[in-house]
């Protein structure tokens, strides 16, 4: 059954060094993917996206990869700074319904 | 550009009791969209709007939720009678439209605690 997932996955990462955050997404028709960033009371905030005829987008610190033949998204933040502390959502996009379906998170923890 | 604007932002009830929830979506943005999300949890849809009729409402529980979005501008999402189980923050978004690609921006959320 589905997990409760109450306690996220936790990345835990120096200050200054690279963050990567992977999401696996269980839909192989989806053809839009997205990255949220979700600080601590607040609702999640859109960073970057990228169409599944792309394998690779890059944003200002932010780089976002897509592997279709295993359904693998990943996020990597550069220059990991403490205000990027946050949990971090992958979301994919159907190419029939459009219906946004959200993946568990992951917890992005910045060491100083 | 404002952003989604959500109210109230925190509610404490007690349960078998109701809430409602008020959304302004951007301006302009034709797609509205509803989501719980249960602590620890990403957010789950629970109905989508185009313009004010309903595109999607799969998984909203009819039998104690509703929402509505008369004028297709604001819309209400209301709870009665709450259950334990409805504690989660609920999320308003908009979309200029419903199509893929059309990037969602999401409110600040209303945090609801059902006692």
């Known amino acids: 059954g589905e997990s409760v997932g109450l306690h996220l996955p936790t990345l835990s990462v120096q200050e200054g060094d690279n963050s990567i955050i992977n999401c696996a997404y269980s839909?192989?028709?989806?053809?839009?993917f997205i990255w949220y960033k979700q600080e601590s009371g607040k609702g999640p905030q859109f960073i970057i996206d990228i169409r599944s005829n792309m394998d690779k987008r890059q944003g200002q610190r932010v780089t976002v990869l897509l592997n279709k033949t295993v359904k693998h998204l990943s996020l990597q933040i550069a220059a990991t700074q403490p205000g990027d502390s946050a949990v971090y959502f992958c979301a994919e996009v159907g190419n029939r319904d459009d219906k946004i379906i959200f993946g568990k998170g992951t917890r992005l923890h910045i060491l100083p | 550009e404002a952003g989604v604007a959500q109210s109230p932002r925190y509610k404490i009830i007690e349960k078998r009791q109701s809430v409602a929830f008020w959304c302004n979506p951007i301006?302009?943005?034709?797609?509205l969209y509803w989501y719980q999300q249960i602590l620890g949890q990403g957010p789950k849809l629970l109905i989508q709007f185009q313009n004010n009729g309903v595109v999607d409402d799969s998984q909203l529980p009819k039998d104690r939720f509703s929402a509505e979005r008369l004028k297709g501008v604001d819309s209400t999402l209301k709870i009665q009678p709450a259950k334990l189980e409805d504690s989660a923050v609920y999320l308003c978004a908009s979309s200029f439209s419903q199509y893929s690609g059309n990037t969602i921006y999401f409110g600040e959320g209303s945090w609801l605690t059902v006692v």
């Open positions: 839909n192989s028709a989806s053809d839009y």
């Open positions: 301006s302009g943005h034709a797609t």
